[in-house]
């Protein structure tokens, strides 16, 4: 099991509320977990939780057997990759330098990047098709190619887990359909890719798995060919949603019932 | 040099061999400001017999000169060029190293109160009649005690964060503000009171060779960590989150680049007196020149600082016949172009 | 019943409080008179002056100096830590230490007080209180000043702040009889490093001072004049430059600051340095060079050290008559002599 999350329970400091607990699911390479909710429900929260940005209140999560509680930020770092939701960016880095930073786990306190580093980024550009952005700053090119060039950098990390905060969020309808053909790219890839997202048209594109978090904090989770269904997902969003199956597109797809 | 979709004015960035060519050419700059400044000053010494005196340290020379034109260069002009370029450099880097880590171009040195508590210190020492040595070390401490404060804050209300630093700092400044009201307040407008103004703005004036002895290793120790850190300062510049994600260990790095930070300012303040701005717009400065990669910046702003506060020094003492506070020309250069940075940034914000 | 009594007692007490508080009447009581200050406002004292109270250090020791220090019932700490200040007058130690606080000198109530500063005066009077400012930068203004002080005390005092502006210009003219026809080129330059704390060799004072005047009396040239200097701090290099011919460090720090001088290489070459020409300056109930009485006494000294070949004078006994004059204590030879080298009556520092 490449990564695997325990009775995680997680609530904020100063407060009682648990915003979830007793979740428990496992991943293992080349699989995609999605994390479904609505907003506010604590899908961001329980990624930042594996992505080692919060401390979990209760429970464990393990990469390959190894409690993350007792494993140092840069050894996580080389086993998971983190892509926010949206990086607002303070200093013009190139696409490159921006790029190499994701080599960091691997180069020393008092180091900088060597060739090798500078390989393994331009090898990430590449892979995802955007070398020609290279030399650009990378506070010139458009929010949705940042985010490309940031899943790049999460590539040059060479990790094993790759977590994505709504990589969809900021994108226009187009980019989102790429966005997803990359993420099942990525986990095609070997990569074992966990991401947070509220379309359930999106969840069905990248099959494998789901969890499902409601506003009351619990988490249903599963193969989403079992779990999502009509009636789910109409509770889940408090309107009247059918799943629907059309051909052209050999799947299922997600369509509110209105007057 | 360009302005980006986010609002930000920050240099390009340059290839290695541009970057090398400038950073030579800047520091061929620094040597010639300083050994210009050596040579410049309102006692009249021929340009010829400055070049004779120096070469004499190293050659054997029949002295042409007078005893008092060496002393003047060696005792007066030369503590104070070297204390210029610690100052500069290490201002300079304090505040890249700060703008990076607070991922924010516009804060300076100060920004944790060590200056405020420096000035604390040392207008406690003026006012108990303390000497110039005393003053000194007051100063220094002052400034320590104050960042402590800040860092203290933090960790009291279990809040780590970036934001809490900054907040804890402003608070601090305002604490360190209140006191010096106070002490302003019970000191003797004749005497003590007009010493503490003179002092807080800023004079090279009574540096002497045996404090560099002190302060020199403490900027440049602590000069030199800093610069050791500049990858890990372009990584927190993303963010401290993101920095966190890509394995940086932020609580330590930032308390180790804050610790130099602090004793570089502290040591500069204790040295001059409070100087503003320095820290604040050389940095930009740097940035517009070789971008805002710390790799190539930090060296770039060090050298750049220093240049700068040895050009204030010489302007300070030569214009007028009473020395001008070094504030006051940091100032009148420092806001204007601050001025100037921001209208471009508020420029491309469309 | 018990309500209607409760009023009446409660009216009666407020009554009587509001009469009480119109007692402590803060105006001044019958019989005054008005003199004018430095600043020419008129000020209103009452007749008799029996408690001062004197926020400048200078005012201060002209008030020991004359003799009137037991009128003090607020002092500064400066005056306070005076060896001198307590030998002339034992009881200052227990004399408070006053500041400008309005309410605090409403309740003091002093017959009168003494200030330097214009905007203090100001708020002081506008309180209701009896404050002059008694400030001054020469000689001419120094007369003056210690005229409307003597003034303000009457009797004796009048007399001898009468007497103490007749021996500054017989000092003056004793003075200029052996100076006096020097030509302007063959005046030696006279730099003065003053040390009322350790700010280095290059704190000195403005030109337009009193230190300017007991120069040129004295037969120099004032640094400061020379450089245009209106502020108090100087440029080394401008003061290397102008080579002084002689050095006089004045204030509690000058032996601190001799010894500095003397160790720095760049003063060296220096005439004043090459010559011997470098001097401390006499510290007695004030420092001399500046705004006591005793500035007096610093004409003599002055020209006794600019042109010692030209004016000779037992500053000894110079001292010895002033004290006998002016305080109304004898001197030995060896408190005047620990006098002129800048110490306290036994030989202590001077603070």
């Known amino acids: 099991m490449m990564l695997e999350v325990r009775n995680l329970g997680f609530h904020y400091p100063k407060q009682e509320k648990m915003i979830f607990s007793d979740v428990s699911f496992g991943i293992e390479k080349g699989e995609i977990i999605s994390i479904l909710g609505t907003n506010g429900a604590g899908k961001s929260t329980m990624l930042n939780c594996m992505a080692n940005l919060y401390r979990p209140v209760l429970g464990d999560i393990f990469i390959e057997g190894r409690n993350m509680k007792e494993m140092r930020p840069k050894e996580i770092a080389k086993y998971i990759g983190y892509v926010p939701q949206i990086h607002n960016p303070a200093y013009a880095y190139s696409v490159l330098d921006f790029v190499v930073m994701g080599r960091t786990p691997y180069i020393g306190v008092l180091h900088t990047p060597r060739d090798e580093d500078y390989s393994v980024a331009e090898?990430?550009?590449?892979?995802?098709?955007?070398?020609?952005?290279?030399?650009?700053?990378?506070?010139?090119?458009?929010?949705?190619?940042?985010?490309?060039?940031?899943?790049?950098?999460?590539?040059?990390?060479?990790?094993?887990?790759?977590?994505?905060?709504?990589?969809?969020?900021?994108?226009?309808?187009?980019?989102?359909?790429?966005?997803?053909?990359?993420?099942?790219?990525?986990?095609?890839?070997?990569?074992?890719?966990?991401?947070?997202?509220?379309?359930?048209?999106?969840?069905?594109?990248?099959?494998?798995?789901?969890?499902?978090?409601?506003?009351?904090?619990?988490?249903?989770?599963?193969?989403?060919?079992?779990?999502?269904?009509?009636?789910?997902?109409?509770?889940?969003?408090?309107?009247?949603?059918?799943?629907?199956?059309?051909?052209?597109?050999?799947?299922?797809?997600?369509?509110?019932?209105?007057? | 040099m360009g302005s980006d979709s986010a609002g930000n004015l920050s240099g390009r960035n340059i290839s290695n061999a541009k970057y090398r060519m400038i950073f030579i050419g800047l520091v061929v700059l620094a040597v010639g400001v300083f050994f210009a400044s050596l040579a410049i000053g309102r006692y009249n010494i021929p340009f010829f017999d400055s070049v004779l005196i120096l070469l004499a340290q190293i050659f054997p020379i029949e002295p042409t000169w007078t005893q008092t034109m060496e002393a003047v260069i060696f005792n007066l002009r030369l503590p104070r060029t070297i204390a210029a370029v610690l100052i500069?450099?290490?201002?300079?880097?304090?505040?890249?190293?700060?703008?990076?880590?607070?991922?924010?171009?516009?804060?300076?040195?100060?920004?944790?109160?060590?200056?405020?508590?420096?000035?604390?210190?040392?207008?406690?020492?003026?006012l108990y009649s303390m000497g110039p040595v005393v003053?000194?070390?007051?100063?220094?401490?002052?400034?320590?005690?104050?960042?402590?404060?800040?860092?203290?804050?933090?960790?009291?209300?279990?809040?780590?964060?970036?934001?809490?630093?900054?907040?804890?700092?402003?608070?601090?400044?305002?604490?360190?503000?209140?006191?010096?009201?106070?002490?302003?307040?019970?000191?003797?407008?004749?005497?003590?009171?007009?010493?503490?103004?003179?002092?807080?703005?800023?004079?090279?004036?009574?540096?002497?060779?045996?404090?560099?002895?002190?302060?020199?290793?403490?900027?440049?120790?602590?000069?030199?960590?800093?610069?050791?850190?500049?990858?890990?300062?372009?990584?927190?510049?993303?963010?401290?989150?993101?920095?966190?994600t890509l394995g940086v260990?932020?609580?330590?790095?930032?308390?180790?680049?804050?610790?130099?930070?602090?004793?570089l300012t502290a040591s500069a303040v204790c040295l001059a007196g409070t100087i503003g701005w320095v820290g604040l717009v050389i940095p930009h400065l740097g940035r517009m020149i070789v971008g805002p990669d710390n790799r190539k910046l930090l060296p770039v702003a060090v050298v750049l600082g220093a240049i700068f506060m040895v050009v204030i020094d010489i302007t300070a003492r030569s214009l007028t016949s009473a020395e001008l506070p070094l504030s006051i020309i940091t100032g009148l250069i420092g806001a204007p172009f601050y001025f100037y940075l921001l209208i471009r940034q508020r420029m491309s914000i469309t | 019943m018990m309500k209607k009594s409760l009023l009446i007692l409660v009216s009666l007490f407020l009554i009587l409080t509001i009469s009480v508080a119109g007692c402590i009447d803060v105006s001044q009581p019958a019989a005054n008179r008005t003199i004018t200050d430095m600043n020419g406002v008129d000020v209103v004292i009452?007749?008799?002056?029996?408690?001062?109270?004197?926020?400048?250090?200078?005012?201060?020791?002209?008030?020991?100096?004359?003799?009137?220090?037991?009128?003090?019932?607020?002092?500064?700490?400066?005056?306070?830590?005076?060896?001198?200040?307590?030998?002339?007058y034992p009881g200052?130690?227990?004399?408070?230490?006053?500041?400008?606080?309005?309410?605090?000198?409403?309740?003091?109530?002093?017959?009168?007080?003494?200030?330097?500063?214009?905007?203090?005066?100001?708020?002081?009077?506008?309180?209701?209180?009896?404050?002059?400012?008694?400030?001054?930068?020469?000689?001419?203004?120094?007369?003056?000043?210690?005229?409307?002080?003597?003034?303000?005390?009457?009797?004796?005092?009048?007399?001898?702040a009468a007497k103490w502006s007749d021996l500054v210009d017989e000092n003056t003219a004793r003075v200029q009889a052996a100076v006096g026809n020097i030509p302007e080129d063959e005046k030696p330059v006279v730099y003065y490093i003053q040390g009322q704390s350790n700010q280095g060799l290059y704190a000195t004072f403005s030109a337009n001072s009193i230190m300017e005047d007991w120069t040129e009396i004295g037969?120099?040239?004032?640094?400061?004049?020379?450089?245009?200097?209106?502020?108090?701090?100087?440029?080394?290099?401008?003061?290397?430059?102008?080579?002084?011919?002689?050095?006089?460090?004045?204030?509690?720090?000058?032996?601190?600051?001799?010894?500095?001088?003397?160790a720095a290489d760049e003063w060296k070459e220096i005439n004043a340095v090459k010559n011997g020409q470098v001097y401390t300056n006499p510290n007695g109930l004030f420092p001399w060079e500046r705004f006591g009485m005793e500035s007096a006494m610093q004409i003599l000294f002055a020209a006794s050290v600019i042109h010692p070949d030209l004016f000779e004078v037992d500053m000894v006994s110079e001292v010895q008559d002033f004290y006998k004059e002016f305080v109304g204590i004898d001197l030995t030879k060896e408190e005047a002599q620990n006098m002129i080298n800048g110490y306290g009556p036994n030989g202590e520092d001077y603070t």
């Open chain 1, 123 to 259: 090898d990430a550009l590449r892979c995802i098709g955007i070398s020609h952005l290279i030399d650009k700053p990378y506070t010139e090119i458009s929010g949705g190619e940042r985010q490309m060039v940031t899943i790049a950098r999460v590539l040059a990390q060479q990790p094993d887990v790759i977590l994505l905060d709504e990589p969809t969020a900021h994108l226009d309808y187009g980019n989102q359909l790429r966005m997803t053909k990359l993420v099942r790219k990525l986990a095609d890839s070997g990569y074992a890719v966990v991401l947070t997202t509220h379309m359930p048209d999106h969840v069905i594109m990248l099959q494998d798995k789901v969890g499902i978090l409601d506003q009351q904090g619990h988490f249903t989770f599963g193969k989403t060919k079992d779990i999502l269904s009509d009636t789910l997902l109409s509770n889940l969003y408090n309107v009247d949603l059918k799943l629907i199956y059309i051909d052209e597109a050999k799947r299922d797809t997600c369509i509110s019932i209105m007057e």
């Open chain 2, 88 to 126: 500069g450099g290490g201002l300079a880097l304090s505040g890249a190293a700060y703008q990076s880590m607070f991922k924010n171009p516009l804060v300076s040195p100060d920004l944790l109160g060590v200056s405020s508590g420096a000035c604390v210190g040392a207008s406690l020492a003026i």
């Open chain 2, 135 to 244: 003053i000194q070390i007051l100063a220094f401490i002052g400034g320590i005690v104050a960042v402590s404060i800040t860092v203290a804050v933090p960790r009291l209300m279990h809040n780590s964060s970036t934001l809490m630093l900054v907040l804890s700092g402003v608070i601090v400044g305002g604490l360190m503000s209140s006191i010096m009201g106070i002490i302003k307040y019970v000191a003797d407008a004749d005497t003590a009171l007009a010493e503490m103004v003179y002092w807080a703005m800023g004079s090279l004036s009574n540096v002497k060779m045996v404090d560099l002895y002190y302060i020199a290793p403490c900027i440049l120790l602590s000069g030199f960590v800093l610069v050791l850190f500049r990858y890990r300062l372009n990584v927190l510049s993303l963010g401290e989150d993101e920095a966190k």
């Open chain 2, 249 to 263: 260990d932020v609580r330590k790095v930032r308390g180790i680049i804050i610790v130099c930070a602090t004793l």
């Open chain 3, 46 to 88: 009452p007749a008799e002056i029996n408690t001062v109270v004197n926020l400048w250090p200078a005012s201060n020791s002209v008030m020991l100096c004359m003799g009137a220090g037991d009128k003090l019932i607020g002092t500064t700490s400066f005056t306070q830590k005076l060896y001198w200040s307590q030998k002339v």
């Open chain 3, 92 to 160: 200052i130690v227990d004399v408070p230490v006053a500041t400008d606080n309005v309410e605090e000198l409403l309740v003091l109530s002093p017959d009168l007080i003494i200030t330097p500063q214009t905007a203090t005066a100001e708020k002081l009077c506008e309180a209701g209180l009896p404050a002059v400012c008694l400030m001054f930068s020469d000689y001419e203004t120094m007369k003056q000043a210690f005229t409307i002080l003597g003034e303000a005390f009457g009797g004796e005092y009048v007399e001898k």
């Open chain 3, 219 to 262: 037969g120099g040239i004032f640094a400061s004049t020379l450089l245009n200097l209106s502020g108090s701090t100087a440029s080394a290099e401008d003061v290397l430059a102008l080579n002084p011919d002689i050095v006089i460090i004045g204030g509690p720090y000058q032996h601190e600051l001799y010894e500095e001088l003397m």
